[in-house]
Structures are given as structure tokens and as C-alpha cells.
């Protein structure tokens, strides 16, 4: 479908800046923090098995939809495809990975999608790695499936937060922080912490962690609800949510600060392969959490088919 596409530059800090201002605001949220420049681990291997091996290479990010495509009703003639996406951020042969709706087309229901494509360009077939996860409608219990190769499909629906790369090996920062002393998730401690250092200068970041000791709470959208959800109560009262144990597959957006653009500044979703998997919020294990990521900041970011509602 064609969409509407806004292009702004986005804050690209030097990897050892990045890295202090990623130590100094996880300090404040952890017993233990190491971050550094390392060069990308092989993320087709596993426990990863992701579509490409790194994440270097013309980084960008695209915040696709959003919420109010859901709400208070679904617009369902609101799908997408990653192929186009490639395109429309300019990178046609590019590794995308993120958080999104799946296609309910193809799923038969609403679903949470996690996104994992090498789309190759140039009419090459794609590498759809993706994840999704729906709710079971006998047992109420998650039900995680390997979205690209049970469905064929590289279209999800409604909206998506999605990092663009070209999917090389390189130089990535690697965040390794245990026990959670502090209030914030993995994910909001490091936004807020590049918010807070960097100010007017948007950062936008992309990439993937484990959590690799503890459990979390994740949720999963349930199939489109009849009545109209009308407030965040209403939301919460109708998403599925689980108490999911690791080790957990991430994919993360995030984004030091809006720029007008009605984005959503965090979005992580998660995969296993013991069958668990949805929409990351915290973990509900400080005592013993334990998480490794690696992080890139993106160079430009993509807002396509905003919402005409805020």
C-alpha cells in the first residue's frame, strides 16, 4: 500500500560516547554493568539464528503505523510489507528486525509479530527468520510460531518499530547489566539515560538482547476485540499477560526522544525456542536477571503512514 514517508537525521554519537552514557545510566539501575565496543557476534548462530549476521551497515530506523490503528477499533485494511519498507527507507537490500502486528491474513488472528528478514534486494528471495506469537484459544497460553516459514509471508499489519541495516558484521556496543537494583526495564534505563545526556539531540538505537537469567513479563495481543477499546485500561483489560522464562530472544527500538513525528519512543518483543514468546515490559526477576545486548544508534529515522489520530 502506498504510505506517506517522513526522512530526519537522527544524533549519531561515537561508539565510546554511546557506550559511557549506556554505563552511566544503567549504573543507576544495576549491581553489575559492562559495556563496550566489540565487534558483532555472528547473530545467524544461536541461540540468535537471525536472518543476517550483524547489524552494521547504513543503520536506520522506521517507526510504521501505530497504536491508534488499533484502537479503539482495529483498521484493518492496514498491511504492510517489510520488502516495501526496505524500499521505502532506501536500503533495498536490507536486514530488518523489531517489533510489529503480524499479518492477521495470514496468522487467521491478531498476533504479535517479531520481525527477522534479509530481504536481499535486486528480486533475490528473502530470509524471513520471523517469530510470532498468538494466544491459544482453547488453553488461553501462548502459542509461538516460525512466522516466515509456516506462513511465507514478509507482510504484518497495523504497525511496527523496526531496525534497518544492511545486516554486515562490524563494531556494535555490547551491554552486559545483572540485578536490577533500580525501577526501569533494560531497555527504558538506556533510553532515558541517552535522553537525559543528549537533549534536543535525537538518538535512535536499535538491536537485540537475551535475557539469559530470570523471567519476564511479556504480553500477547489476543485476537481483535468487538467492543471498542477506548482508554489504556481498556487495552490492558483485553491484552493476554505471562510471567515468561529464559532465556528470551529480544529485538528492540528505541528512542532518546520524539521529534514530533507521534512516534512510540520503545518497543521490544521476544522470542524463544522453548515456546514462549510476546511484547517485553520488565523482568519480574531482579534479583537474579541477567542481560546481554548489542546496540547500534541509527543515522536516520523513517516515519511511514502516521496516523492521522494522536
Known amino acids: 500500500m502506498a504510505a506517506s514517508v517522513e526522512k530526519s537525521a537522527l544524533h549519531v554519537p561515537s561508539l565510546e560516547e554511546f557506550c559511557q552514557v549506556l554505563r552511566d545510566g ?174 534536543a539531540k535525537p538518538v535512535g538505537v536499535g538491536g537485540t538482547f537475551l535475557i539469559q537469567k530470570g523471567k519476564a513479563k511479556i504480553h500477547i495481543m489476543p485476537d481483535f476485540s468487538s467492543c471498542p477499546l477506548n482508554s489504556d485500561e481498556d487495552v490492558n483489560n483485553w491484552l493476554k499477560f505471562f510471567d515468561m522464562n529464559s532465556p528470551l530472544i529480544c529485538q528492540s527500538v528505541f528512542v532518546s526522544r520524539d521529534l514530533g513525528f507521534d512516534l512510540r519512543v520503545e518497543h521490544t518483543h521476544c522470542f524463544s525456542h522453548h515456546g514462549e514468546g510476546g511484547h517485553y515490559h520488565y523482568d519480574t526477576t531482579p534479583d537474579t536477571v541477567e542481560y546481554l545486548g548489542y546496540f547500534l544508534p541509527a543515522e536516520y529515522l523513517y516515519r511511514i503512514d502516521r496516523p492521522k489520530k494522536t
Not at 549504573?27 to 547489524?55: H, I, M, R, W
Not at 510489507?81 to 533495498?92: D, F, G, K, R, S
Not at 541495516?165 to 551491554?175: A, D, F, L, M, Q
Request: a neutral charge; charged letters at 20%.
Open 26 to 199: 544503567l549504573k543507576s539501575n544495576f549491581a553489575e554493568v559492562q559495556v563496550s565496543v566489540v565487534d558483532c557476534p555472528d547473530l545467524t548462530q544461536a541461540p540468535y539464528t537471525f536472518a543476517a549476521a550483524g547489524l552494521c551497515g547504513n543503520p536506520r530506523i522506521a517507526d510504521v503505523g501505530g497504536a491508534h490503528h488499533l484502537t479503539p477499533l482495529p483498521q484493518t485494511d492496514k498491511i504492510y510489507n517489510l520488502i516495501n519498507i526496505a524500499e521505502e527507507v532506501e536500503l533495498p537490500n536490507a536486514f530488518i528486525l523489531g517489533a510489529g502486528a503480524a499479518s492477521f491474513k495470514a496468522v487467521g488472528v491478531n498476533a504479535e509479530l517479531m520481525p527477522n528478514v534479509f530481504t536481499k534486494g535486486d528480486g533475490k528471495p528473502e530470509v524471513n527468520h520471523s517469530y510470532s506469537a498468538k494466544i491459544d484459544p482453547v488453553t488461553g497460553g501462548c502459542v509461538l510460531e516460525k512466522y516466515g516459514e509456516k506462513h511465507k509471508t514478509c507482510d504484518f499489519a497495523l504497525l511496527a518499530n523496526l531496525y534497518i541495516s544492511e545486516g554486515r558484521p562490524g563494531k556494535v556496543v555490547e551491554v552486559r547489566s545483572c540485578r536490577r537494583t533500580g525501577p526501569s526495564n533494560f531497555v527504558t534505563c538506556m533510553r532515558e539515560a541517552l535522553g537525559k545526556h543528549f537533549g
